[in-house]
């Protein structure tokens, strides 16, 4: 097993940043290179993404795109982590906390380039506010006041996995 050379942290065989620290592997980025160029052969493939490309991106995000390799990589998303067992309180936080994604919702997903999930994001919010707010006219509950919520909860919980699925995987999906 490989340590990270920073903070000593036991790495994952795949991983992209360390799960400690949040330093770049910079062995994972010269494989992933390698990967790159056999998938170039390939027509159609996704892109793997180089270290290069990570050279801007703050200590939060590399922190948190460490957190979503360790738990499950590719296949995260914030409702399933298929290594969550091995995931702290600390580390599912931050997973799912982002304070500008709950503030901001659609208008931060656009500053991050997301705009294909922000208009999905957007709509799926629509759906939801309108049969609550049916419901809450068949309840007699006045739910209008806390519809708000519900589309920041969900932008807030989406935004690190999806800009991971971005950034890393290079993915361009609308979901
Ligand atoms: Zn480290």
């Known amino acids: 097993m490989a340590f990270c050379e920073q903070c000593g942290t036991p790495l994952l065989e795949s ?4 799960a400690g620290c949040g330093k770049e592997i910079a062995s994972s980025a010269a494989s992933r290179a390698m990967a790159l160029d056999a998938a170039r052969s390939t027509p159609g493939s996704s892109r793997a993404s ?8 703050p200590e939060k995000w590399r922190q948190r795109f460490a957190t979503i390799e360790k738990a499950g990589g590719e296949r995260v998303r914030w409702w399933r ?3 969550a067992k091995q995931l702290s309180t600390k580390e ?6 982002n304070l500008w994604a709950f503030v901001f919702g659609p208008f931060y997903y656009l500053y991050l380039g997301l705009w294909r999930k922000a208009i999905t994001l957007s709509l799926v919010a629509l759906v939801l506010d309108v049969i609550l707010s049916m419901a809450g006219d068949a309840l ?3 739910i209008d006041n806390f519809l708000w919520i519900v589309s920041a909860i969900m932008f807030k919980q989406c935004a690190n996995v999806d800009y991971y699925r971005k950034t890393v995987l290079k993915r361009r999906e609308w979901w």
Do not use: G, Y
């Not at 599912?92 to 906390?97: G, H, P």
């Open 15 to 18: 991983a992209l940043f360390c």
């Open 50 to 57: 180089t270290a290069d490309d990570f050279a801007e991106l």
């Open 81 to 83: 982590w298929p290594a």
């Open 92 to 97: 599912k936080r931050l997973i799912t906390s």
């Open 140 to 142: 007699n509950i006045p």
